[in-house]
């Protein structure tokens, strides 16, 4: 299984990105997906998830009420709608598809990973 996230680029604090993660077949329409990133120097740490159904999402608390996480089964694809950006939110974000159809905040409960994109958000 392959995942290619895409939509990452350089925006002004203030602005918005669309991150889009396609899966190469059909294998993450009955399990979780989750969104991580990674700031240079920094651990990866968790950003969003969202179950089979996309019925029950869960956000970090830096980017709650910010961030969306949606996804497509039909298209076997998760988005990540990210409103007023901020530069803390720079780094390579990456999506990942769960063990199980749950939401899950643990990267140790993914088995499949994105390569990332870079997201860049200026002051």
């Known amino acids: 299984v392959q995942l290619q996230a895409s939509g990452g680029g350089l925006v002004q604090a203030g602005g918005s990105l669309r991150l889009s993660c396609a899966a190469s077949?059909?294998?993450?329409?009955?399990?979780?997906m989750g969104w991580f990133r990674q700031a240079p120097g920094k651990e990866r740490e968790f950003v969003a998830t969202?179950?089979?159904?996309?019925?029950?999402?869960y956000y970090a608390d830096s980017v709650r009420g910010r961030f969306t996480i949606s996804r497509d089964n039909a298209k076997n694809t998760v988005y990540l709608q990210m409103n007023s950006l901020k530069p803390e939110d720079t780094g390579v974000y990456y999506c990942?598809?769960?063990?199980?159809?749950?939401?899950?905040?643990?990267?140790?409960?993914?088995?499949?990973w994105g390569q990332g994109t870079q997201v860049t958000v200026s002051s």
């Open positions: 077949r059909r294998t993450n329409s009955n399990n979780g």
């Open positions: 969202i179950n089979w159904r996309g019925s029950d999402t």
């Open positions: 990942a598809v769960a063990l199980g159809p749950s939401t899950s905040t643990d990267d140790s409960r993914y088995k499949y």
